[in-house]
């Protein structure tokens, strides 16, 4: 018979029709989480580079990146440290949008996405495609302030928001899957909040007794 | 990194707002100090709530973790924790987990600045806690911010490190009201204050900042301002989300 902790009972009922993933609680707050200090970009110094197994590396500058088509979205996002946030609102440039600027070479499957200040988080390319993922420019209608990632970051809604690199500077295209900061200290490779793969021994393929980094 | 059903041995109120609760683990993994344990409650009907708890006891204390919670309004688990268990009931919990926030993460000789706010002690107590155990005496400075005396976590068990061990530093500061006669910090953290608590150690030191979101930048920022590289500043998130 499952545990049971006796007199407990969900306190609030989730609103709106929004589902959670398992083990998830909703707040109203956007929280800040990052593992050190926030790096602070000047735009003219930005540029968003895609590079790795492509034919021919593509880089725009804070200007040239603001010139490519939008668009909006509202998606709801889960932190792996527990909460989740409904209808957020973004805008920013499809991940569609971009991947039509370069040609991808076979062997890529896997992407790094790396950012200023050093961070990197990994993704199977397929995560990005289809509509799935997009760089954030604004949120709340207002420039992404750099708290939250700003100027740009990446946002895959539909994986755990550690994925989601803030101050993104570019995607490395990878044949093979590496770990990238928080996969190295011990988090999920691919990070399915519906599927709760918050740690590296969540993972499907995680061997039964590995000893993580964690 | 399996569930596992731990028991709760001891309750021990810390502030008003503020218990430690310590769970004997049927499978104890010795952690680092700084790595917290993922918690789930479950009601009869199914419905589970899961939170993360860093660990506030050090790794030579084995076969039982302390999680130090403080009470959230409308907290849906700590409210649980405060009001529905007891001494000899069970909870499930996982861990230890994390690999960023954890000291020592280079040599442990190396200085060190921890920096508080409310909550976000805990973590940094596991630290402080690892080194007494340890035997290790490398210049340390914790710097804490509160908002009045009465929050003060693990007061007595800091000042009578601070009173025992030479090479350690503790810098109280109450942001809205200091006890009577009351000479140090009492104001927010700033430039002036952070300058001050590096000045207590002989190098630049590592870095941990833990506490409310406001804190947490605004120390990191001030940290950076006075020349520490990047990779010596870690910092966590801690107590109700902001911003």
């Not at chain 1, 999920?188 to 007794?209: I, L, N, Q, T």
């Not at chain 2, 050090?58 to 924790?81: A, F, H, K, N, R």
């Not at chain 2, 861990?95 to 940094?124: K, M, N, Q, R």
């Amino acid at each position: 018979m499952p545990f049971v902790n006796k007199g407990f009972h969900a306190k609030r009922p989730t609103e709106g029709g929004h589902k959670l993933p398992p083990g998830q609680y909703e707040t109203r707050d956007f929280p800040v989480l990052t593992a050190g200090p926030t790096p602070r970009i000047p735009l003219v110094n930005w540029e968003f580079r895609l590079e790795g197994l492509v034919e021919s590396p593509a880089k725009w500058s804070w200007n040239e990146f603001n010139a490519l088509p939008m668009q909006s979205f509202n998606p709801d996002i889960h932190c792996v440290t527990k909460w989740s946030k409904f209808d957020t609102k973004w805008r920013g440039v499809s991940l569609d949008t971009l991947l039509e600027h370069v040609q991808l070479k076979p062997e890529a499957q896997f992407v790094m996405a790396f950012s200023y200040g050093g961070y990197t988080t990994n993704l199977p390319l397929a995560d990005l495609r289809g509509g799935q993922a997009f760089i954030g420019l604004e949120y709340e209608g207002k420039p992404l302030v750099p708290e939250h990632g700003g100027p740009a970051r990446l946002v895959v809604p539909h994986l755990y928001f550690w994925k989601s690199a803030k101050w993104v500077q570019g995607l490395r295209f990878m044949a093979d899957d590496e770990p990238g900061f928080w996969e190295d200290n011990g988090y999920s490779m691919r990070g399915d909040p519906w599927k709760e793969e918050r740690y590296r021994s969540d993972d499907p393929d995680a061997p039964d007794e590995a000893h993580f980094r964690l | 990194m399996d569930w596992q059903l731990a028991t709760v041995t001891a309750i021990r109120p810390e502030t008003p707002r503020v218990k430690t609760f310590t769970l004997s683990l049927p499978q104890f993994t010795s952690h680092r100090a700084g790595q917290h344990y993922d918690l789930r409650l479950t009601a009869p009907d199914g419905y589970q709530a899961e939170r993360s708890y860093s660990v506030a006891s050090p790794p030579e204390q084995t076969g039982e973790i302390e999680l130090t919670v403080e009470l959230i309004d409308e907290g849906e688990v700590s409210g649980y924790l405060f009001d529905g268990v007891a001494v000899g009931d069970q909870l499930e919990v996982r861990g230890p987990i994390g690999g960023y926030f954890v000291w020592p993460a280079g040599p442990p000789e190396a200085p060190l600045l921890l920096v508080a706010g409310g909550s976000g002690v805990v973590p940094l107590m596991a630290m402080l806690r690892h080194r007494q155990r340890a035997g290790l005496r490398n210049p340390a400075v914790l710097l804490f911010s509160v908002r009045m005396p009465e929050e003060v976590i693990y007061r007595q068990e800091l000042e009578g490190l601070a009173a025992a061990d030479s090479s350690f530093t503790l810098l109280l500061s109450y942001t809205r009201q200091a006890p009577p006669g009351w000479a140090g910090y009492h104001r927010r953290l700033d430039a002036e204050m952070l300058v001050e608590a590096v000045a207590h150690l002989p190098v630049p030191p590592q870095c941990y900042v833990c506490g409310p979101t406001g804190l947490v930048e605004s120390a990191a920022t001030l940290l950076q301002a006075q020349g520490l590289p990047d990779a010596a500043i870690r910092t966590e998130r801690f107590g109700p989300t902001g911003n």
